[in-house]
Nanobody, 127 residues
Framework: QVQLVESGGGLVQAGGSLRLSCASS????????MGWFRQPPGKEREFVTA????????YYADSVKGRFTISRDNAKNTVYLQMNSLKPEDTAVYYCAASLDSSWYTHHETSRQYNHWGQGTQVTVSS
């Protein structure tokens, strides 16, 4: 079983940066592909970025490409989301998620691919 805990959210001005962390309590963290999703106020949850179990493959939503960077440290059981040049439209609750699904490489943007979810952390970007 994998338990995920996000941290690092907060209030930041537009143009600023934040680094989110997602720590796992499971000993099999390195086996999981990991993703970050977000849910803006009043909207559906959406894909942000994802990283394969080894860190060798990453995917980004077009809206964050060039501004956000996902990384992982399997020795620390942690995945990170570095967010730069933040915009007010990045305001959302950010969730990390873990997947063992064999079709993850094809369907990594789909929340159904992910077996485990964190509780979320709020990111608010002021204009």
């Amino acid at each position: 079983q994998v338990q995920l805990v996000e941290s690092g959210g907060g209030l930041v001005q537009a143009g600023g940066s934040l680094r989110l962390s997602c720590a796992s309590s499971g000993r099999t963290f390195s086996s999981y592909h990991m993703g970050w999703f977000r849910q803006p106020p009043g909207k559906e949850r959406e894909f942000v970025t994802a990283i394969s179990w080894s860190g060798g493959t990453t995917y980004y939503a077009d809206s964050v490409k060039g501004r956000f960077t996902i990384s992982r440290d399997n020795a620390k059981n942690t995945v990170y989301l570095q967010m730069n040049s933040l915009k007010p439209e990045d305001t959302a609750v950010y969730y990390c998620a873990a997947s063992l699904d064999s079709s993850w490489y094809t369907h990594h943007e789909t929340s159904r691919q992910y077996n485990h979810w964190g509780q979320g952390t709020q990111v608010t970007v002021s204009s």
